[in-house]
């Protein structure tokens, strides 16, 4: 019966990752949303019959993709497959939660990167493509916005400025990778918390994330950062230090995201308001702005007094 339930459970998550995918892919914006939920079928099997079995799930997919839907399409599940054989294993380690998140994404970017090189063949090659790519978009969203009703001398500012506003996109594409990988991850891990509530110990060591907060001495990295931008430094240093940057800013908007979560929850604030909150502070860029300002001034603050907690009642005296 066990192993009738084992072969049942396999050929479901292979079928539930191949279909996720596939969706991904070929429906257009919509399919967009069900590419963070490619890893979850294995990531789930993983947990219940083990990693070993959940790996050699993963690399029967890749197979049938690479036969059926060709190199491009396997290459592409590539980085999601490495996703899940990156957390299956960090889990049961203790590893703490930052060290599993951005271990993982730092991993994805580094295959993503390799797997663009090989791919284009050269460096240069691979930027030209995406610069054209990027052109191409850029006019499709003015075209958009034409339509929609924007002034023209906003438009016709946007079309001037169309080709400093892709190189910054094109500076700053390995932090925005390294931001996209960080979210799917992070909701991967959100559904396996919901879905295996049992397993909380053997997935990441962390205590109430409402309470969590990034390592101290990341912020001497996030100022050596900031100060290297305004250094007469090469490009290539720039460049590197402007991705550094915003790489390490996601965890101060995740620390300060914690916070507000911290006092939504002891507040007992309404379940809409919180909603309201959150669609504000991902959507709107003063909220963002804010949320990682108080995520980093966290570190003297202690908005939410948890250096009071850690303190014996003699020292809290």
């Not at 094109?170 to 295996?196: C, D, S, W």
């Not at 309404?270 to 108080?294: C, D, H, K, N």
């Amino acid at each position: 019966m066990r192993r009738l339930d084992f072969v049942k459970s396999f050929f479901l998550a292979a079928i539930s990752t191949i279909v996720l995918f596939l969706s991904g892919v070929a429906i257009p914006l919509v399919g967009v949303l069900m590419i963070p939920l490619v890893p979850q079928p294995a990531l789930a099997f993983g947990l219940r019959w083990g990693k070993g079995r959940a790996l050699a799930l993963v690399l029967l997919v890749s197979l049938l993709l690479l036969s059926f839907g060709g190199k491009e399409v396997a290459l592409g599940y590539s980085l999601l497959a490495l996703m899940v054989f990156l957390l299956l294993f960090s889990f049961g380690r203790g590893w703490s939660i930052e060290g599993v998140v951005a271990g993982t994404a730092g991993g994805m970017l580094a295959a993503a990167f390799a797997v663009l090189v090989y791919f284009f063949g050269s460096l240069s090659l691979m930027q030209g493509v995406l610069r054209a790519a990027l052109r191409e978009n850029l006019e499709i969203s003015l075209k958009v916005y034409e339509k929609v009703g924007f002034s023209g001398e906003s438009l016709e500012l946007l079309r001037e400025r169309a080709p400093q506003i892709i190189d910054l996109v094109l500076r700053i594409m390995p932090a925005l990778a390294f931001v996209g990988f960080v979210t799917v991850i992070l909701i991967n891990l959100f559904f396996l918390y919901r879905r295996f509530p049992g397993h909380h110990a053997s997935l990441v060591s962390t205590g109430d994330v409402r309470e969590w907060k990034s390592p101290e001495p990341l912020v001497w990295c996030f100022i050596l950062a900031g100060f290297s931008l305004f250094l007469p430094v090469g490009g290539f240093v720039k460049a590197l230090a402007l991705n550094s940057f915003l790489g390490i800013a996601v965890f101060y908007f995740l620390q300060g995201l914690a916070i507000v979560a911290y006092y939504f929850h002891h507040k007992n604030v309404p379940y809409f308001l919180r909603s309201l909150a959150y669609i504000l502070i991902v959507f709107e860029q003063l909220f963002t702005l804010f949320v990682v300002g108080l995520g980093l001034f966290d570190l003297w603050g202690d908005f939410r007094r948890l250096k009071k907690k850690d303190l014996n009642p003699s020292q809290a005296s």
